[in-house]
């Protein structure tokens, strides 16, 4: 006879229960940790999490090599400009694309649920704090991940597989400083100008379709418009939704740059080596920027 | 002569400049070097000989610090490079020349701030020196026109050339030459070899040239290791080297190599 599961659970579950209500106050509260802690040890034992640790951790290294020699930079103003004209006016076009249909679906989504219940005047005030917020910075972010970021990530991996940073190297050129500094640094300049260009045309675009195909008014859409951006913020004393996505955008650059760059970097074994390198660059990219955009966003709005 | 009395009692120890003393080496389950020793002596150009595999390449690269032994010393003017701090490696290499079988040329740089590089880079000399400098090992190297192309631009010998030019800029003590031929016909290689031969007479720097080509070898080296399995199995002058005895470096050259 096979016995009832409460039979089997409460002579289990009885001392249990009795040793933690005799153990001491802090036990409880460190449980989670200690599940976590067992948690991380036990992927630990997983070779692709050790290497993921690993990637992590060079990375971390990198970011803090690149800002301990940003000094470097006026030394790199040639590349700097390089890759600003890289970076910024080679992608200008499909931001400014992206960035408008944006604004556009944006505008079109919530201007029809508005008029359902006749606040249609309200379209400028979403479409305007969300490019500005989030949008612009995000789509701004992913837009140059898949073509800088990859770019980065091709190009210095192509230089590892060829010899090019060994060549650095016997040279006693140092590598962080001649090629990742300049590179981290223009993206982390040109990532806030192009979410600018794209929030002004994401904007742009929700107005004319806000007033095209939803009967608002330009001048009303573009008043609430304006209007949700003086809001001021209680950090700074400036536009806020402007400024934090600025902000965002900084440091979204920072990270895509330094991702693809220590991506490209460690790549090994040709051809093959620079498009896995290539492609992690972007992936890890998007997700690190989707993740720090949580945590910003909790920091400058809590 | 076999390695066994290439050690450090042997004649002239005094005056080695690169010594090979049990190296190890493996990548994975791939063990490359096995107890592989050998001695360079300043002033003489060594080849490194070998089937493909053999470990050459790794050698040459444990020279200047960019691979490190898994056990036994690569000691450079008695120093063992794994042990040097990153300080002092940076000089070491700043008086080393490397030149890579592709050429590793910047590929964004054109041939003249290839060339220029490590002095804007480690040096205080100015834009006029350093102008004259990457001029004169361009003509060295019997390409002056080249300065303003880019490395996209030229052809795989003169790559080579380039490549050798860059490792000259900083007036090198030892030159390190992987597989300086690779890739070359018969023709731009006999050149390549000439002037390999000119720059060893020339500085009278100590260099080592890992090559499986027999006219290479005979045309610039004074020495030569061969290397089997990760170890090298003979080390001789050239001349006795071309003669050889030892059965498997019979097999790896044949008859119509020697002829």
Same mark, same amino acid.
């Given at each position: 006879?096979?016995?009832?599961?409460q039979?089997?659970?409460v002579?289990?579950?009885?001392?249990?229960a009795?040793?933690?209500?005799?153990?001491?106050?802090? *036990? /409880?509260?460190a #449980?989670?940790?200690?599940? @976590?802690?067992?948690?991380v040890?036990? $992927?630990?034992q997983?070779?692709?999490f %050790?290497?993921?640790?690993v990637?992590?951790g060079s990375?971390l290294?990198l970011a803090?090599?690149?800002a301990?020699?940003l000094?470097h930079l006026?030394r790199?103003?040639?590349?700097l400009?390089?890759?600003?004209f890289?970076?910024g006016?080679?992608?200008?076009h499909?931001?400014?694309l992206v960035?408008?249909f944006?604004?556009?679906?944006?505008s079109l989504?919530t201007?029809?649920?508005?008029?359902?219940?006749?606040q249609?005047?309200q379209i400028?005030?979403?479409?305007a704090a969300s490019?500005?917020r989030e949008?612009?910075p995000?789509?701004t972010?992913?837009?140059?991940a898949a073509t800088?970021g990859?770019a *980065? /990530?091709?190009e #210095?991996?192509t230089?590892? @597989?060829s010899?090019?940073l060994?060549a $650095?190297e016997?040279?006693s050129?140092? %590598?962080?400083?001649?090629l990742?500094?300049?590179?981290?640094?223009?993206?982390?300049?040109?990532a806030p100008v192009?979410?600018?260009?794209c929030?002004t045309?994401?904007?742009?675009?929700?107005?004319?379709v806000?007033s095209?195909?939803?009967?608002?008014?330009l001048?009303?859409?573009?008043?609430?418009?304006?209007?949700?951006l003086q809001?001021?913020g209680?950090?700074?004393?400036?536009?806020?939704?402007?400024y934090?996505g600025?902000f965002k955008?900084?440091?979204?650059g920072?990270?895509i740059?330094?991702?693809?760059?220590?991506?490209?970097?460690v790549?090994r074994?040709?051809?093959?080596?620079?498009?896995?390198?290539?492609?992690r660059?972007?992936r890890?990219?998007?997700?690190?920027v989707?993740?720090?955009?949580?945590f910003?966003t909790?920091?400058?709005?809590? | 002569?076999?390695?066994?009395?290439?050690?450090?009692?042997?004649?002239?120890a005094?005056?080695v400049?690169?010594?090979?003393?049990?190296?190890h080496?493996?990548?994975?389950s791939?063990?490359?070097?096995r107890?592989l020793s050998?001695?360079?002596?300043r002033?003489?150009?060594?080849?490194?000989?070998?089937?493909?595999g053999?470990g050459?390449?790794v050698?040459l690269?444990?020279?200047?610090g960019?691979?490190?032994?898994d056990s036994g010393r690569?000691?450079?003017e008695?120093r063992?490079?794994?042990?040097l701090?990153?300080?002092?490696l940076g000089?070491?290499r700043?008086?080393?020349g490397y030149?890579?079988q592709?050429?590793a040329?910047?590929n964004?740089l054109?041939?003249?701030?290839?060339?220029a590089?490590?002095?804007v880079e480690?040096?205080d000399l100015?834009?006029?020196?350093?102008?004259d400098?990457v001029?004169?090992?361009?003509?060295?190297?019997h390409?002056p026109?080249?300065?303003?192309?880019l490395?996209?631009e030229?052809?795989?010998?003169?790559k080579?050339?380039v490549?050798?030019?860059?490792a000259?800029i900083?007036?090198?003590?030892?030159?390190?030459y992987d597989?300086?031929?690779?890739?070359?016909?018969p023709e731009?290689s006999?050149s390549?070899?000439?002037?390999?031969r000119?720059?060893?007479e020339?500085?009278?720097?100590?260099a080592?040239?890992?090559?499986?080509r027999?006219d290479?070898?005979?045309?610039?080296?004074?020495?030569v290791?061969?290397?089997?399995e990760g170890?090298?199995?003979?080390?001789?002058p050239?001349?006795?080297?071309?003669r050889?005895?030892h059965?498997?470096?019979?097999?790896f050259?044949g008859p119509?190599?020697?002829?």
């Amino acid at each position: 006879m096979i016995p009832a599961p409460q039979a089997l659970i409460v002579p289990v579950m009885t001392p249990l229960a009795q040793l933690l209500a005799a153990a001491p106050g802090w *036990l /409880a509260d460190a #449980l989670p940790f200690a599940f @976590v802690a067992g948690l991380v040890y036990v $992927l630990m034992q997983a070779s692709w999490f %050790r290497a993921t640790v690993v990637e992590m951790g060079s990375t971390l290294e990198l970011a803090a090599a690149t800002a301990m020699r940003l000094h470097h930079l006026p030394r790199r103003s040639r590349w700097l400009m390089e890759q600003l004209f890289a970076a910024g006016v080679r992608n200008m076009h499909v931001v400014l694309l992206v960035g408008l249909f944006m604004g556009m679906i944006v505008s079109l989504q919530t201007g029809i649920e508005l008029s359902r219940f006749g606040q249609q005047d309200q379209i400028g005030t979403i479409v305007a704090a969300s490019m500005t917020r989030e949008m612009g910075p995000f789509i701004t972010s992913v837009v140059l991940a898949a073509t800088t970021g990859s770019a *980065l /990530a091709a190009e #210095l991996g192509t230089m590892s @597989v060829s010899d090019e940073l060994s060549a $650095l190297e016997v040279m006693s050129v140092d %590598r962080t400083s001649f090629l990742v500094v300049p590179r981290v640094a223009a993206l982390m300049i040109i990532a806030p100008v192009l979410t600018i260009l794209c929030d002004t045309i994401g904007i742009v675009g929700g107005g004319f379709v806000a007033s095209s195909q939803l009967g608002v008014p330009l001048a009303q859409y573009t008043e609430s418009a304006l209007d949700a951006l003086q809001e001021k913020g209680a950090l700074i004393p400036v536009p806020m939704d402007v400024y934090s996505g600025l902000f965002k955008s900084v440091i979204f650059g920072g990270l895509i740059a330094i991702i693809s760059c220590a991506s490209g970097l460690v790549a090994r074994g040709g051809a093959l080596g620079v498009g896995r390198a290539t492609s992690r660059a972007v992936r890890d990219s998007i997700i690190a920027v989707i993740v720090a955009n949580y945590f910003l966003t909790w920091f400058l709005y809590r | 002569m076999t390695t066994g009395d290439t050690t450090t009692d042997a004649p002239g120890a005094r005056d080695v400049i690169v010594r090979f003393e049990d190296v190890h080496k493996a990548f994975g389950s791939q063990h490359v070097l096995r107890g592989l020793s050998f001695d360079v002596q300043r002033g003489k150009v060594l080849g490194i000989m070998g089937g493909s595999g053999t470990g050459k390449s790794v050698a040459l690269r444990h020279v200047i610090g960019l691979l490190q032994p898994d056990s036994g010393r690569v000691e450079v003017e008695g120093r063992n490079v794994p042990d040097l701090s990153a300080d002092d490696l940076g000089e070491l290499r700043k008086r080393m020349g490397y030149v890579f079988q592709e050429g590793a040329l910047i590929n964004w740089l054109t041939v003249e701030e290839n060339l220029a590089l490590p002095l804007v880079e480690n040096t205080d000399l100015g834009r006029g020196e350093i102008a004259d400098r990457v001029a004169e090992k361009l003509a060295m190297v019997h390409i002056p026109d080249a300065g303003k192309k880019l490395p996209s631009e030229i052809s795989g010998g003169m790559k080579k050339r380039v490549g050798l030019a860059r490792a000259l800029i900083v007036e090198p003590d030892i030159l390190l030459y992987d597989e300086p031929n690779a890739g070359l016909d018969p023709e731009i290689s006999r050149s390549i070899n000439d002037l390999m031969r000119e720059i060893a007479e020339s500085h009278a720097s100590t260099a080592l040239v890992v090559e499986h080509r027999v006219d290479c070898i005979r045309t610039v080296c004074d020495e030569v290791v061969f290397l089997h399995e990760g170890e090298a199995i003979v080390h001789e002058p050239t001349e006795e080297f071309l003669r050889p005895s030892h059965p498997r470096l019979i097999e790896f050259l044949g008859p119509d190599a020697l002829s």
